[in-house]
């Protein structure tokens, strides 16, 4: 499994972003996709997940500002990130459980600064 994530960049506050995460193979469209995040000298911390079926799930801190999808036919993730803040500034990653491996993208750097 390889994903790749891009559509970082540097945003003022309040702007948006969109990331996105192809993923190879077959299997993207049975497996809950999960975005993390992670700021150095911290632990890396989940943003928002979506399963197969398109349940969803955002960490308390993005709620209300951030969106998670999926195209299955394009085995893409994405991440819709609006009104955002300074303290969303970090390296964003993609991830998917298979078979009790982690699998992870390389990241994307957002900040969010004036």
């Known amino acids: 499994v390889q994903l790749q994530a891009s559509g970082g960049g540097l945003v003022q506050p309040g702007g948006s972003l969109r990331l996105s995460c192809a993923a190879s193979g077959t299997i993207f469209s049975t497996k809950t996709m999960t975005w993390y995040r992670q700021v150095p000298g911290k632990e890396r911390d989940v943003v928002a997940a979506i399963t197969s079926g398109g349940n969803t799930m955002y960490a308390d801190s993005v709620k209300g500002r951030v969106t998670i999808s999926r195209d299955n036919a394009k085995n893409t993730l994405y991440l819709q990130m609006n009104s955002l803040k300074p303290e969303d500034t970090a390296v964003y990653y993609c991830?998917?459980?298979?078979?009790?491996?982690?699998?992870w993208g390389q990241g994307t750097q957002v900040t969010v600064s004036s």
């Open positions: 991830s998917i459980l298979v078979g009790g491996y982690r699998y």
